[in-house]
């Protein structure tokens, strides 16, 4: 990195490994709050493939895969018996597991439906100062 950013947006698993490469880069939660954030995996009612979708996202949830997957992508884990097996730096990494008093300043996003513009309007506001 060439040390120009200040302020960023971006998901948890990019920035610990972010954090990783470069230990001068920090996770912030603006004393505000901020957005909760999740991935998720789902199988259309329409596939034809539904049996194996499940299969695919049940040996995506097997612990040993799922602790793999983590340690590699620096994400959260939603198999509950992952956290406790990864490395401290993991474990503890506010980027990929925040802590209660973090998550209880986060929101899920919400679709603001027509308001959008009047967002857009800020933040291109913001984007050109």
């Known amino acids: 990195m060439a040390g120009e950013v200040v302020l960023a947006h971006a998901w948890g698993g990019p920035i610990a490994r ?4 470069h230990p001068a880069i920090r996770y912030a939660l603006p004393q505000e709050g901020g957005m909760m954030w999740t991935d998720c995996l789902a199988v259309l009612a329409s596939s034809r493939q539904q049996a194996l979708a499940m299969d695919f996202i049940n040996y995506l949830l097997d612990e040993e895969v799922a602790l793999v997957t983590s340690q590699r992508l620096l994400f959260a884990s939603a198999n509950r018996h992952v956290r406790d097996r990864l ?13 209660s008093d973090m998550l209880t300043r986060m929101e899920w996003l919400e679709d603001v439906q027509e308001a959008i513009r009047y967002y ?3 933040w291109t506001e913001l984007k050109v100062q």
């Open 87 to 99: 490395p401290a730096e993991i474990r503890n990494n506010v980027a990929v597991y925040p802590p």
């Open 18 to 21: 972010a954090m990783r490469e």
């Open 120 to 122: 857009d309007r800020a």
